[in-house]
């Protein structure tokens, strides 16, 4: 599909045109759930806000812990346009900022980058976690193999 402003090529079933953000003729239907009482309706319109800035909502199914910016916090940080992680190597600040980033990751992360659809940026964020949990076991192990060669040594 192409874009009726810029006239970039997108997806097929893009909302937001990928090159200039506006959004394109053709709006994509996905389930709705009612957070209250827990409803589905697949016939509402579900319109992608992502990319658009700290006043777009997120979701009701995105809320939730973000355990890749929790493990990779300035590196989940670059890849998802959220700048804010940088805080991460401030010391003391470091602490708190990655239980914020844990907090808040998936906000801001909808707010500050374009997503094609919800289950693209849940792609992505499980991608993240899967790969900050394995990078933090090996450095865990690492750690704990340099105490034991220490303890040896003594």
Sequence with gaps: MHCTHCGDTNDTDAQYCNHCGKLLAV???TAHVDVKHGFVSPKSIFQNNSGQ?????LPPQLYGWNWGAFFLPWI????????????????????????????KGNEWAWQNKRWKSIEHFKKVQKLWAIWGFILFVLGMLFLFIMIIAAIKTY
Excluded: D, R, S
């Design 27 to 29: 709006k994509q239907q």
């Design 53 to 57: 800035g700290k006043l777009e909502a």
């Design 76 to 103: 989940w940080g670059i890849g998802n346009n959220t700048m804010i992680a940088f805080l991460t190597w401030i010391p003391l600040v470091n602490f708190v900022m990655i239980f914020m980033l844990g907090a």
